[in-house]
């Protein structure tokens, strides 16, 4: 059994505000909707101006939110400063996607004959998008394993490396980067995808950390109703990734960053339940004879338990874990879970199941899969707002011989 997830607070000690993350989640971004509790959806793609004058302002202001939607939209604005809030940054911005983060960000920041350094284990859009077009653009990719200490900053080729890209916890075997390690790299721009996590499980920047980025399509937004991604940082180098994000043209939709910013609002209560219900799950699968491991950081036995006690304040709300059977257990597993839905995504009131190896990283070529630790037998499980005795007897039913 493993000690309970230290309080929240400690990761947040006091904030900008001196309230705790959930009480946070619930004051900020109100910036845009006057005195309306919910949020006011802004679907305007244009404003108009008073003069020569006035249009002149518009289209030369910096992240002007009454101009033009791809430039920003007052409802975004109101998803994005509720972000930059909870993260503890100067600002945020929004993309259509998560991908489109990674994208937008990458592209704003590195040039052909560029240099980054990133994680292995990292969701699979995300590597195809580096072994892809960024190969392709002449910018060079090195890959290491962020179990390995001091992997990252071994990597940087001092002058070359523009950015060092992590995710942590990683997707799928939830492997844990170093936060410290990644905030101490001098020179190039560091980058931590803390999607698995959420804003209030952990806060990469107040490890130095110079960019932290989700794609809120999965535990902020939280109701499977909005595709949408999202960074935080310094103000001078977001208002750099805007400057390129506006031609693009990732831009997001005002109606996905209002149904975001409602999950924001019951973000830590669900992250909070989903974690503890993991908890159990966890264990529960780990005493099972048809499963061989169990990856998830809240076990005591994880082999970054202690890292994952040092910089998380909960140990999230997503697991893997191996069937001894292999392919063909994880395909009768599939066939018998009842309450648990397959599907890719997570972070939602469902609990959803998907075998990685066919699904999620079925773009990666088998090498590429077995050094992410992408094998036959893995499942991951997204554990749901369900109450999680019906989940353990659902999963126990769907392992039985
Ligand atoms: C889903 C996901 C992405 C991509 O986000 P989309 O919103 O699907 O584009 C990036 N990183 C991680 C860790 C993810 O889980």
Same mark, same amino acid.
């Given at each position: 059994?493993?000690?309970?997830p230290?309080?929240?607070?400690?990761?947040?000690?006091?904030?900008?505000?001196?309230l705790r993350?959930?009480?946070?989640?619930?004051?900020?971004?109100?910036?845009s909707?006057?005195?309306?509790?919910?949020?006011?959806?802004w679907?305007?793609?244009?404003?108009?101006?008073?003069?020569?004058?006035?249009?002149?302002?518009?289209?030369?202001?910096?992240?002007?939110?009454?101009?033009?939607?791809?430039y920003?939209?007052?409802?975004?604005?109101?998803?994005?400063?509720?972000?930059?809030?909870?993260?503890?940054?100067?600002?945020?911005?929004?993309?259509?996607?998560?991908?489109?983060a990674?994208?937008?960000?990458?592209?704003?920041l590195?040039?052909?004959?560029?240099?980054?350094?990133?994680?292995?284990q990292?969701y699979?859009g995300t590597?195809a998008?580096?072994?892809?077009?960024?190969?392709?653009?002449?910018?060079?990719?090195?890959?290491?394993?962020?179990?390995?200490p001091?992997?990252?900053?071994?990597?940087?080729?001092?002058?070359?490396t523009?950015?060092?890209?992590?995710?942590?916890?990683?997707?799928?075997?939830?492997?844990?980067?170093?936060l410290?390690?990644?905030?101490?790299?001098?020179?190039?721009f560091?980058?931590?995808?803390?999607?698995f996590?959420?804003?209030?499980?952990?806060?990469?920047l107040?490890?130095?950390?110079?960019?932290?980025?989700?794609?809120?399509?999965?535990?902020i937004?939280?109701?499977?109703?909005?595709?949408?991604?999202?960074?935080?940082?310094?103000?001078e180098?977001?208002?750099?990734?805007w400057?390129?994000?506006?031609l693009?043209?990732?831009?997001?939709?005002?109606?996905?960053?209002?149904?975001? @910013?409602? %999950?924001? *609002?019951t973000? $830590?209560? &669900?992250?909070?339940?989903?974690? +503890?219900?993991?908890? =159990?799950?966890?264990?529960?699968?780990?005493?099972?004879?048809?499963?061989s491991?169990?990856h998830?950081?809240?076990?005591?036995?994880?082999?970054?338990?202690?890292?994952?006690r040092?910089?998380?304040?909960?140990?999230?709300?997503?697991?893997?874990?191996? @069937?001894? %059977?292999? *392919?063909?257990? $994880?395909? &009768?597993?599939l066939?018998?879970? +009842?309450?648990?839905? =397959?599907?890719t995504?997570?972070?939602?009131?469902?609990?959803?199941?998907?075998?990685?190896?066919?699904?999620?990283?079925?773009?990666?070529?088998?090498?590429?899969?077995?050094?992410?630790?992408?094998t036959?037998?893995?499942?991951?499980?997204?554990?749901? @707002?369900?109450?999680?005795?019906?989940?353990?007897?659902?999963?126990?039913?769907a392992?039985?011989?």
């Amino acid at each position: 059994m493993s000690p309970e997830p230290a309080d929240p607070a400690r990761v947040d000690p006091a904030g900008s505000t001196g309230l705790r993350p959930a009480s946070r989640a619930i004051r900020a971004g109100r910036g845009s909707s006057g005195t309306s509790l919910a949020t006011a959806l802004w679907a305007s793609s244009t404003w108009q101006s008073a003069d020569l004058d006035d249009a002149n302002a518009r289209a030369t202001a910096m992240r002007g939110a009454e101009f033009y939607s791809r430039y920003g939209n007052p409802t975004v604005r109101a998803f994005e400063e509720a972000i930059a809030d909870l993260e503890g940054a100067d600002d945020a911005l929004a993309f259509a996607s998560g991908m489109g983060a990674v994208a937008s960000t990458v592209f704003a920041l590195c040039s052909t004959g560029d240099h980054i350094v990133a994680q292995r284990q990292l969701y699979a859009g995300t590597i195809a998008f580096l072994q892809g077009p960024c190969r392709r653009l002449g910018i060079d990719v090195t890959l290491v394993d962020a179990s390995e200490p001091g992997a990252f900053a071994a990597a940087v080729i001092p002058g070359r490396t523009m950015m060092v890209l992590a995710e942590t916890p990683s997707n799928p075997r939830l492997e844990l980067a170093d936060l410290d390690e990644l905030g101490s790299i001098g020179g190039p721009f560091t980058v931590v995808d803390s999607t698995f996590a959420t804003p209030i499980g952990q806060r990469p920047l107040d490890h130095g950390v110079d960019l932290v980025l989700h794609s809120a399509t999965k535990g902020i937004g939280g109701h499977n109703d909005a595709t949408l991604g999202v960074i935080a940082g310094e103000r001078e180098l977001i208002d750099a990734v805007w400057a390129y994000s506006v031609l693009h043209g990732a831009t997001p939709s005002p109606f996905d960053a209002l149904n975001a @910013l409602r %999950g924001i *609002r019951t973000l $830590a209560v &669900r992250t909070t339940h989903q974690a +503890r219900s993991a908890q =159990i799950i966890a264990e529960h699968l780990a005493a099972h004879a048809a499963v061989s491991t169990v990856h998830y950081p809240g076990l005591a036995d994880h082999p970054q338990h202690e890292l994952a006690r040092r910089q998380m304040s909960m140990f999230g709300t997503v697991l893997a874990f191996e @069937l001894t %059977g292999g *392919r063909e257990a $994880a395909s &009768r597993f599939l066939q018998r879970v +009842r309450l648990c839905r =397959i599907a890719t995504s997570l972070g939602g009131p469902e609990t959803l199941v998907c075998h990685p190896a066919t699904s999620t990283h079925v773009s990666l070529t088998p090498e590429e899969q077995s050094a992410t630790g992408v094998t036959e037998g893995l499942i991951r499980l997204s554990v749901g @707002l369900e109450d999680p005795s019906d989940l353990t007897d659902d999963l126990t039913s769907a392992l039985s011989p």
